[in-house]
């Protein structure tokens, strides 16, 4: 049973009030929403590895100079998102601790390798336009500063999804060769995309209490099907086969069928199993590592500085 103050907090909700900072909200609404939100911080981190694989090796300078701004934007996004998951009372260290540690979850995707140049183009067409039919709801959720940083957040995924395409288009429209590395990208990047949206909604453990406080506004099967339904006029557009033989137009329904996700396969990656789970972990906590003398002058020059300041 829900105390009166309690109540009153899902009737703000239910009045699509946000909620902000320093409202009262219940202990699970605040844990929850640090889980979510430094999950995605951690996703959007870990998120610049695999296309940093690629910045030495972009075929123009105009693609080089393009993913850099791409990679960037990432790191940006990362950083308001642990801010936005400060504002719940937890600290960036303890963050950082949870993902180096290996205990906090960060986006399955982001364990795959990214082979060829044409990968580039399938993560911003594929990845983030995964990332845009998830978020751009978020924008709406209850909780005042995560909504907040959607907007900004979706603005520039929406570049990023555009500049994939427009790799893939010119891939498909290239030499046969070039062609065939478009068809493999899409190939290896196909699958993983669709679970990016989580386990099915049977399955989906957070997804009915974070509905019913607006954390979520679509369930992980609808936001795929969406997923799905926009991305296989594209696909037909760019002249590319969806590796799915059960894909098929279901008028009744007025959505696309597909085949079934080998949830074995994404069980496994959540566990630490996939391709690159351990090049990815190993990779940032060096990064971070790597940053300590540089923290470390940062805090000593403040402290001389506050110190001058008292004097
Ligand atoms: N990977 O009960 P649910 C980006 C976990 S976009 C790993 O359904 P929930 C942009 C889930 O955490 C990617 N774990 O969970 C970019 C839970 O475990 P927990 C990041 C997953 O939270 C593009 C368990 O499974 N986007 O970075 C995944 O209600 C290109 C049960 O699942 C966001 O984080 C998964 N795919 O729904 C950057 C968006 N799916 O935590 C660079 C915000 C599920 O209880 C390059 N997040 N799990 O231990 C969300 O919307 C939700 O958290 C969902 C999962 C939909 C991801």
Known sequence: DMSAQEQAFQARIGAGVKI????????AYRKTLVRQISQHAHSEIVGQLPEGNWVTRAPTLKRKA???????DEAGHGLYLYSAAETLGVSRDELLDALHSGRAKYSSIFNYPTLSWADMGAIGWL???AAITNQIPLCRCSYGPYSRAMIRVCKEEAFHARQGYDIMMKLAQGSPEQKAMAQDALNRWWWPSLMMFGPPDADSVNSQQSMNWRIKLFSNDEL???MVDQTVPQAEYLGLTIPDPKLKWNAERGHYDFGEIDWSEFHNVLKGNGPCNKERLATRVKAYEDGQWFREALVAHAEKKAAKQAA
């Open 66 to 72: 393009i993913l850099l701004a791409k990679i960037q």
């Open 20 to 27: 902000e900072p320093k409202d009262w909200m219940p202990e």
């Open 127 to 129: 990845v983030d336009g």
């Open 224 to 226: 795929r099907q969406r």
